[in-house]
């Protein structure tokens, strides 16, 4: 069996997935176009998918091969390698970089959500701080990465795993 280096991987493929990401935060921000959003779930999905591919070439093995599971576990290990970095960059956009356009756009949710009248103006005060902490924000960033991560790797696992093949070596003579 070869050595493997697991977070090693997961997180440098992780770093590529959260700089896709970010760019298209950024240009999200100045640019409102649904074909945006369908480039962004295209690249996204294509390069998990070359990122679990490429992992499952290098280290399956005829005997033990690179099943379902490995193949899920690793793409959810890189989305939370990516939702970290993303979530660190949205923590420092929200705060200082985009606050005004950041702001902009929470205070339209803030706003849809005082018109239910479900919360009170102290419950709506505290999400607002809440969409402001880093710690929530890489944290809400994580979850929501791997949430993806796990949705998609459904699909992209079944496609990129490679089973085992105990019958491979054998020569009959």
């Given at each position: 069996m070869k050595q493997t280096n697991?977070?090693?991987?997961?997180?440098?493929y992780g770093v590529y997935m959260a700089l896709l990401a970010i760019v298209f935060d950024i240009t999200g921000f100045y640019?409102?176009?649904?074909?945006?959003?369908?480039?962004?779930l295209l690249l996204f999905v294509g390069l998990l998918t070359w990122f679990t591919k490429c992992r499952v070439a290098r280290y399956a093995t005829d005997e033990e091969g690179y099943g379902y599971g490995r193949c899920l576990?690793?793409?959810v290990a890189v989305m939370l390698c990516a939702g970290f970095i993303e979530g660190a960059f949205v923590s420092v956009a929200a705060n200082w970089l985009f606050a005004a356009k950041y702001?902009?756009?929470i205070a339209q949710s803030i706003a849809l959500l005082e018109e239910t009248g479900f919360y009170t103006a102290d419950m709506l005060e505290q999400m607002t701080r809440w969409l402001h902490s880093p710690l929530w924000l890489i944290l809400g960033t994580m979850f929501g990465s791997a949430v993806k991560?796990?949705?998609?790797?459904?699909?992209?696992?079944a496609f990129a795993r490679r089973e085992a093949r105990p019958f491979a070596n054998n020569n009959p003579e």
């Open positions: 697991f977070w090693n991987d997961a997180a440098w640019v409102q176009h649904a074909l945006l959003s369908l480039l962004s576990g690793f793409i702001d902009a756009s991560g796990a949705f998609f790797g459904l699909f992209i696992a």
